[in-house]
Each structure stands twice: as C-alpha cells, then as structure tokens.
C-alpha cells in the first residue's frame, strides 16, 4: 500500500523457504556427485556394447533384409519384357547394390574379424552381376529380333500388294465373261491360281515369323522354322509362274525370306535369346542359393552378438540397483530434514497470521462491505495477502454491476429463444430433454404437457414412429432412428426427418461439454421440393443429349437403308414378289424414321416447323382420327375453349402428342371410360389438358415416366417414347408438360399463343431436271455414292468427293461446277462449313447446298437426312436459282 517501506523477501516466508530449499539442494547435489561416479562406469561399459555389438547386429540383420530384398529384385529384373521395365529394375538393384556395399563396410569397421558375411555378400553381389549380363543379352537380341520381324513384314506387305490388286483385277474379268475378251478372259484364268496360292502361302509364311518370334522352346522354334523353310522354298518355285510384271517384286521378296533363315535372321535371334533366358535362369537360381547362405552367416553372426550384449546387459542392472537402493535411501533423509524445518520455520508462523486474515474474509462474506482486513502494513507474504484482499472487496462490488447486466441480457436470450423461427432443443447426457422452444413443439406437433414430462430419446422416436416419420442421412440413404440418436451425443450430425404429408425437418445436433446434444430443427420443405424439381430437370436433360446422340447415328443408316429401297423401288427390272417385300422394307425404314424424328424431339434438338395453329380444329380433327381408333369401349369428349388465340406450334408435333396422350389412356383404361381434351387459355400460354377415367399414374412413377423408352405396358405393346415425345415437343417449342392430381391420369400440355401473324402461302418451287454440274461431298462412301446416284437421276452431271481438300481440288480441275452439296460434319480439320467458305473464296456465287444427319445447326440451306428424292428435286432446284445464290451466300 502507498506509504508502506518496501518489503524485504528474504526476511519473509519466501526467504525461509529458499533457505531450506537450498541446503536440500546442498545435499543432493555431494549425493549427485557420488552417482555420477556410479554413472560414468555403467557409461563405459554401455558404450562398448552400443559402439561394437550393437552395431554389428544392426549391419548384419541390415544385410540380410537387403539380401532378400535382392534376391526379389533378381526375379523382377527376371520377369520384365520392357525396356523401361527392365531399366527401373535394374536401378533398384544399384541402389541396394549401393546400400549393400555401404553396410558391409560397416561391419568390417566394428567387426574386423567377422569375414564370413562380407564373402557371402560378395558372392550375391556377383551373383546378380551374372544375371544382369545374361538379361542385357536377351533384351539386345530381342531389339535385333524386332528390328528383324519388321523388316520381314515389310517385304510381306509390299508382296501383298503386288498380288492383291492383281487378284481383284482378275476376279473382275473372270466374273463377268460377257466384257472382257476371250483371250484376256483365259490369260486371266491362268493366272489366278498362282496369284491365290502365292498370296496364301506369304500368309503362311507370315503366320510363321509370328509363331517363330513367341517360341519359349527349342523344338518348337525348330519345327516352325522348317514349316516356314517349306513355304518360302514353294513361294519361290511359284514365282515363274505369276504374271511377268509381279515376278522382280515376288523374287526380291522370296529372297527376303530366305534370309530370316540364316544368320541374324528371325529364327537365329529367337535362338538365340531363348539361350540367354536360360543362362539368366541359372543365375537367378544361384543369386537364390547366395541370398540364403548370407541369411545364414547373419543369422549366427547375430545370434553371437546378442548373447554378448545379454551379459553385459545383466551386469548394468545389478550396478544399476545397487546404487539406486544407496541414492534413494540418502533422498528420503534429506526430505525428512526439509519437512522438519519447513514446519518450524514457515508452516507455525504463516498458521497463526492467517487466523486474523480469515475472520476478515469471513466478515466480508457476509455482506459487510466496510470490514478492514488486518495486517495490511506487514511486509511479508500475509501482508499481501491483505492487501490483495482489499482488491478483491473492490472487484466484489464490481461483479454485482455486471451481474445486473448478465440478468437483462439473459432476459433478451430467453425471449429470442422463445419467438426464434427454428426448432431448438437440449437433451442431457441421458438423452432426456432438458428444454426446447415453443417452435420445436410446432413442428413436431407435440403438447405442452408431454414435452414437460421431460421424455427420452427413445419415446420422442416412438411418437414420430407412430406417425410414419421416416429418417435420412445427408447422402439421401434411409436410416433408423435408434441408431443416429447415440451418434449425436459425441459428434455433429446432420440429419433429415420426412414426414408423411411432405415436410422435411433438416436437424443440425453438436454435443455439448458438459455432456449431451443441442439440436436446431428447420423446416426445409420448400427447399427440398425446389431441389427435387431441379434434379429432375437436370435428368431429363441428360437423358435428352443421350437420346439424341443414338439418333444421329440412326439417322446415317436409315438414309442410306431409304435411299437405296428408293432405288429398287423405281427400277423396272424387280420382280413382283421382291418388289413387295422392297415396299415392305421401306415402310419399316420410315417407321424407324418417325422413331428417331420423336427421339430427336426428346432431345430437344429436331428442327420444328412451327405454325400459327388453332388448337380447337386441331383437336377436333385428332378427335375424327381417334373415333375409329380408341374402341367401341371408350368415350372421347370436347371440351374446348371458345375464341383461344392461335399458338406458335408445329402442327404435326402437336397432333402427334394428342395422339399418343390418347392412346395411353385408352390403354390405361383397359378400353373402357371417358377420355377428355380440354383448351383454355393461360395469358401468354394456352393449355391442353388430356384427362381419363383410369386409375392414374402412381406417385412412384412420376419422375420415370418422360424418360425415353421406359413403359409399364407389356412386352410388345409400347416403345416407351410416347410421353418423351410429348415432352421434348413441349420443350422446344418454348412451353412445358405437367401431371396433375386428380381421379385418373390428367396431362396437361402448356403451350405459347402466336405473336406473329399469319403467313401467305409459299409459291410452288420449281423440280423439273437441269444440266447444271454438281459436286457431291460426304465422308461415308455409301452414302456419297447414294447422293451421286439420286442427283444423276434428276438429270444432273456428278462429281465426288470423300472429304475437303479432294472437293477443292476437283473445283480447281472442273470449273463446269455449278453446286456444291456437302455434308456439315466430316472428320478432319474441313467441315463442310469450312469448305464452303474456302470453295466460294475461290468461286465467288458457287450455290452450295448442306445435308447432316446429326444434331448440329448447320449452315442454310440444309437438308436433314435422310433426304428423299422429291425434297432433294426441289432443294437443288431453288438452290441454282439466282436469288438463291445470293441468299445462301449471305447466310454461309
């Protein structure tokens, strides 16, 4: 306190103290000395056993794992067929090598007389010398067997097509006996037996090199040598009998052949490698018997060290007792002679001084604010003591202040607590609840009475049970409720609650120190049904590109399939009966193109042609169709709103979803009940809602029932696209399709009113035939080939052309060119976007005309395939017409 002189320290309670503390110190250090003498003999005997025994015992057993450790290497460099396999071996066999070396080193330096273990180490380090030279034979001769196999083949492909051409050509000449000449059809004749059994025996011969080149054994590799010595020597009597022209090529080629049977040939190499395998075995095999006579030293090598380090090990301990039995014995007197002196010194005095202190403090607590503490002028430890007191009664005075202020802001938590728009809840480590909100009781649905009873866990569960509540882990997998309720006490859990009419409850729980959990219960239900909607949406756009990359490539079948049944189809010279079955056969074709054409309008990318539409003439002309086709059983009715707005509509999409909305209620109804389609307006929209009497669409369906090809009809009697259609039509013409409640099924179908007029009918486009020139550009050669045909029978002249660089070279060549039509997409760095702009770079008002049967926006005009001969007419036709030109020029 101010005015009080300084206190001595040493004169106090803390001086006294020291004083004892160091006398004892005093003494334990002369003990320290005596032990430390004690210490530095076991030191020396530890030493000797750490720096010799020790590590001779570590190197050794080092040794022997790295022997093991190279023995495995051994069998991997053994077993690699690569060189880079081979490489990376090879340098973990160094890299031990290294660390091998390293450790023998070592305990030639802490064991001079242990020569045994460093000999057997070297002979495994030999060992694995052989065995790498023996495999660097055996990969070099594979590289030169390679490099030999290659060079053979070589000479068979160029045999190959020296024959090949020859045979096609003569295969054409003897199959057609009206063309050709009598005596080229002879010479041709004569010539075809040679050229098959020459081509046939180089197949043999090839055929060999193969077999010869994997032979893991002598007696094969010989037997398959001689079968190829047989077929080169018969290839070789052939080659005076082949066409002159051939002959110089087949001998080079023959003499080829006969090489790989000498010296550096394909089976001399083989030969060979298959010796250096072997002699790599026999040295894998030694690197074995190495590795485990090494195994063997360091086994007695360590047993002998560990024998000498157990000796010595039991002459410390009984060094080690004996002095610690003397040293403890000295330590507990000293203690005693501190604890002695503690009392009389400290522990008496500070006893009697503390008495007047207490009284005070017991006065203080009772509420007497102006009670004086005794002894505040001392200066020693009891008089800061009394003073620190002083502190503590001003401090005391303090707390009630912000005890005031704790109870209002409490007050302002409890009311937040009460009114908070969230459930809230604490249960106690007994799982039993200690408090919850009234909003926790809202959505549970639970009284007052019940939640103050202060229930378990395990009744709470049994009432939400009880009301069919089921529980959800995060990841959306069902869970029980017993289980996750002993998992909230110890960690942070998340978990959802789904109640049977819809809500969802998302509870957060965090454990609680002082043991048990609080939970926050939220109402997630809007959030849960957005994300659902999302998710489906997101589905149903995945399965649209799938479906509509399977219908491109049915596009390009079915274009080739429809354009050459056309073709049958016009030509004379077919038979009756077979002419029905092309008639047949191209119904199936357009059948198949309709199913794709709806595939294509699920995956949102068909080209539409929408209309300015009355929905009600529309639906009572679908209604005319559907009276002779629903059954005498089922009953169509109309409920059509007057004066609906015309909608922006592909008309015949729009029929076509009536249709199939129709027919699935009929079937839904088994034949039997009413079916309703009813117009109304809906602002900017219109709808069309399709209704039945069945018995609905369960409610686990829902989210199948637009996806393509999935039907609860039987085998045989749907192909599941009707409502994928329905859908993508929907979509891409701007509106959308919903299911609603009710009794039976009821579709309704969202569509936008026009917003344009009405346009005027188009004029007639001229087909008639010309004699303008045309190039035609597609990479699939059937389908250029089709074009080619379709365009000469239209009266054009026709050039090809399988790609872009070979279409500007004949624009180059031919400049009679009057139209280009190509396919948009071709593989390589020209599409046929890009050949047009470089085609009219170089021939300013070249027509063009495109063709795709994929999903990609090409360029106008384009015509989608497959493309049939009048559409193709009348494109053509209005594509050489000069406003055309200027048009299409402009859109490219």
Request: with cysteine; net charge neutral.
């Amino acid at each position: 306190m101010t005015g009080l002189p300084k206190r001595n320290r040493w004169r106090g309670i803390q001086g006294r103290l020291l004083l004892i503390v160091a006398v004892s110190s005093l003494a334990m250090g002369v003990l320290g000395i005596a032990a430390l003498g004690a210490l530095d003999r076991i030191g020396a005997a530890a030493e000797d056993v750490t720096e010799h025994d020790l590590p001779a015992v570590t190197s050794a057993l080092r040794l022997a794992r790295i022997g093991e450790r190279l023995q495995s290497r051994g069998a991997s460099l053994m077993a690699a067929r690569t060189g880079d396999a081979m490489a990376d071996a090879q340098a973990d066999i160094d890299a031990d090598l290294a660390a091998f070396a390293a450790q023998a080193a070592l305990l030639r330096k802490v064991q001079p007389d242990a020569r045994a273990i460093p000999a057997q180490a070297q002979a495994l380090a030999d060992g694995l010398a052989d065995l790498r030279r023996a495999l660097d034979r055996r990969r070099a001769l594979g590289v030169d067997q390679n490099a030999a196999r290659r060079a053979v083949f070589a000479e068979i492909d160029r045999l190959r097509q020296l024959i090949g051409p020859s045979i096609l050509a003569i295969e054409t000449v003897t199959s057609n006996t009206a063309v050709a000449a009598d005596e080229i059809w002879r010479t041709a004749v004569r010539s075809q037996a040679p050229l098959l059994a020459a081509e046939r025996l180089t197949n043999l011969a090839a055929s060999a090199i193969l077999r010869g080149a994997s032979a893991d054994a002598g007696a094969e590799l010989a037997q398959t040598r001689a079968g190829y010595a047989r077929s080169t020597a018969q290839l070789a009597a052939l080659v005076p009998r082949l066409p002159e022209g051939l002959r110089a090529g087949a001998r080079a080629a023959t003499h080829a052949f006969d090489a790989q049977l000498g010296p550096g040939g394909v089976f001399d190499l083989r030969a060979r490698e298959l010796a250096a395998l072997f002699a790599a075995q026999t040295a894998l095999e030694g690197v074995g018997d190495r590795a485990a006579a090494l195994k063997l030293a360091v086994d007695a090598g360590a047993i002998e060290a560990s024998q000498r380090m157990a000796d010595v090990t039991q002459g410390l301990r009984r060094t080690i007792v004996t002095r610690s039995a003397r040293f403890a014995m000295v330590g507990i007197a000293v203690v005693l002679v501190a604890a002695l002196a503690s009392y009389a010194l400290v522990i008496r005095p500070l006893g009697r001084n503390l008495a007047g202190v207490t009284g005070a403090m017991t006065r203080l607590a009772r509420g007497e604010r102006d009670t004086e503490v005794p002894g505040a002028e001392r200066r020693d430890e009891i008089g800061d003591l009394a003073r620190a007191f002083t502190v503590f009664k001003d401090n005391s005075v303090l707390m009630e202040h912000l005890d005031r202020q704790l109870a209002e802001r409490s007050g302002l938590l409890l009311t937040t607590f009460e009114t908070m728009k969230d459930g809230f809840s604490v249960f106690d480590q007994d799982r039993r609840l200690v408090t919850c909100n009234p909003r926790y009781a809202a959505l549970y649905g639970m009284d007052d009475g019940f939640l103050q009873s202060h229930p378990s866990l395990d009744e709470i569960n049994r009432h939400l049970q009880a009301q069919g509540v089921r529980a959800f882990l995060p990841g959306g997998e069902e869970t029980d409720l017993e289980q996750i309720s002993h998992r909230r006490l110890a960690l942070s859990f998340r978990h959802e609650l789904r109640f049977p009419g819809g809500a969802v409850l998302e509870l957060r729980s965090n454990p609680i120190p002082q043991g048990g959990f609080a939970t926050i219960h939220m109402d997630v239900s809007e959030q849960r049904a957005t994300e659902s909607q999302l998710a489906q949406a997101q589905k149903m756009e995945s399965v649209g590109l799938l479906t509509g990359g399977i219908a491109h490539d049915f596009n390009n079948i079915l274009a080739v399939i429809l354009g050459n049944l056309n073709i049958l189809a016009r030509d004379d010279g077919v038979p009756e009966p077979l002419r029905g079955r092309v008639r047949r056969a191209r119904g199936a074709a357009e059948r198949a193109a309709t199913l794709v054409s709806r595939l294509l309008t699920f995956s949102r990318r068909q080209r539409l042609a929408p209309e300015n539409v009355d929905a009600n003439a529309l639906a009572l002309g679908v209604g005319e169709l559907l009276e002779t086709s629903l059954g005498a059983g089922v009953r169509l009715r109309m409920d059509l709103a007057p004066g609906l707005p015309r909608l922006r509509v592909d008309p015949g999409q729009l029929e076509a979803a009536l249709m199939n909305l129709a027919v699935n209620a009929r079937d839904a109804m088994d034949g039997q009940g009413e079916i309703t389609i009813a117009t109304r307006p809906a602002g900017d929209m219109a709808e069309i809602t399709v209704s039945d009497t069945g018995p609905g669409i369960p409610p686990e369906l829902l989210e199948q029932v637009f996806e393509p090809f999935f039907t609860t009809k039987p085998v045989g009697k749907g192909s599941g696209l009707g409502l994928s259609m329905v859908y993508g039509f929907a979509r891409q013409s701007g509106g959308s399709v919903r299911i609603e409640d009710g009794p039976g099924a009821r579709i309704v179908l969202c569509l936008p009113v026009a917003r344009v007029p009405d346009a005027a009918p188009a004029p007639p486009v001229r087909t008639a035939p010309g004699d303008a020139c045309i190039l035609a550009v597609d990479d699939d050669a059937d389908l250029l080939e089709l074009s080619a045909r379709q365009l000469r029978s239209l009266g054009y002249a026709v050039v090809t052309a399988p790609d872009g660089p070979s279409a500007l070279a004949l624009l180059e060549d031919i400049p009679e060119i009057d139209l280009l039509y190509t396919d948009v997409s071709m593989p390589g760095d020209m599409d046929g976007g890009e050949l047009a702009t470089r085609a009219r770079a170089r021939r300013p008002g070249l027509a063009v005309l495109y063709t795709s049967g994929g999903l990609v926006e090409g360029p106008s005009p384009l015509l989608r395939k497959p493309v049939s001969e009048d559409i193709l007419a009348a494109a053509v036709s209005l594509a050489l017409t000069p406003q055309s030109r200027d048009t299409s020029a402009s859109n490219t």
